[in-house]
Every structure is written in structure tokens, then in C-alpha cells.
């Protein structure tokens, strides 16, 4: 089946470790995206990437490096300048230049730091 | 950057009730979603509706872009409808997952 698929679905992260959650995707999207939710809180914009081996940063990319080396592929590292790195989160994929395209959500990555 | 705004925070129903959940936005938009939200996280896509009325079911939704709100219906409500329900809209560019969300509404719904 045709879907998004990130793992690890739990994470516990030592201060001061860097870690990298795994983002994959089938649909032949060109674009992706991370995203954070805190509790209560909306989604907030990590990173983007509209064509491998290019990103751009969204409105939260401080402590956060991404690549995009394979169309299927968008890795988020968490590093340990991200000063409050607990949070929920979630990669998404959509279809590049057309107005009649949504986002689609993977089930997510919930990171603590112990 | 774009606000967006939902109501109420949080909803309480009895099974079978019908409800009316707002999405109000400050700006012209490219594109708007409603997602679901289950008690797992995972955002479940409802409706791509940048304009007009869609229905899905026992939920709808209009959007009425000139006047910058959209609104999701749901009728009958059931138990397994508890959640959180967002907003989100997309106001530019190639890039149409690029997406600003609202802060969200708990739906609880009673048996």
C-alpha cells in the first residue's frame, strides 16, 4: 500500500546525543516535510524539500538538520543544540506545483529526552 | 505570517448530537485541509477544500474563501469522532503541503 512510513514510533534520547528519525515514503511525492507538535499545541514547520538534494527551513529549523538524498527519503536529525527537543513528530509528503494537491501524514515519531 | 484561528478550543457532545467546528484565517489561501487527529497521533486527512462544500459521509464542509473562514460539520456524532480536529491552510508558492495550522478543537463525544 502507498503511504508514509516513520520510524521509530518511540525515541528516548539522552542530553547533549544527536538522533535521527527516519521518514519514508511511497507515493512518488517530490515534496516533504517535518513537522512538530507540542502538547496542546498545532503543527509547526521544521523543514521542506521540493526535489532531492535541496531544503529549505521552515519557521522552527534552529537544532535541526535534514537531507534529502533519495526522492523517497527525509531524515530529520535532532541535535543537541535543539534546547527542548520532546515533542511529537510527524513527516508529511505532497505533490509538487499543483493546486489540487493535499498533504499526507505519516503516524509519527514521539522523541523524549531522558 | 498567516493566523489561523479555530472555535470553539474544545467541544463536548452526547452521541448523536450534530456540531459546527470554525476555522478563520487572515489571509488569501492556495489551499485548506481538515485533519483528524486519533488518540494515536495520527492526522487522518477529512477534507481538501479550498473553496466551496464538500461532504463525506456525516461530515461536511464549506469553505467561503472571499470572507476568509471554512467551517466542518458533524452529524451524528459518534464515539470513535473524539479528537482533535485541525485546520490548516497553504498560502503560497510550489510547495502546497507547506502548511499553517490552527491550534486545534477537542471533540469529545459521550456514549
Known sequence: DGGITQSPKYLFRKEGQNVTLSCEQNL??????????DPGQ????????QIVNDFQKGDIAEGYSVSREKK??????????????????????SIVGSPLSEAF???GTRLTVV | GIQ????PPDLILQE???STLRCNFSDSVNNLQWFHQNPWGQLINLFYIPSGTKQNGRLSATTVAT????????SSSQTTDSGVYFCAVNV?????????????????VHP
Open chain 1, 28 to 37: 512518488n511525492h517530490d515534496a516533504m516535510y517535518w513537522y512538530r507538535q
Open chain 1, 42 to 49: 498545532g503543527l509547526r514547520l521544521i523543514y521542506y524539500s
Open chain 1, 72 to 93: 523517497e527519503s527525509f531524515p530529520l536529525t535532532v541535535t543537541s543544540a535543539q534546547k527542548n527537543p520532546t515533542a511529537f513528530y510527524l513527516c508529511a509528503s
Open chain 1, 105 to 107: 501524514f505519516g503516524q
Open chain 2, 4 to 7: 489561523v484561528e479555530q472555535s
Open chain 2, 16 to 18: 448523536g448530537a450534530n
Open chain 2, 67 to 74: 470572507e476568509r473562514y471554512s467551517l466542518l460539520y458533524i
Open chain 2, 92 to 108: 503560497g508558492g510550489t510547495s502546497y503541503g507547506k502548511l499553517t495550522f490552527g491550534q486545534g478543537t477537542i471533540l469529545t
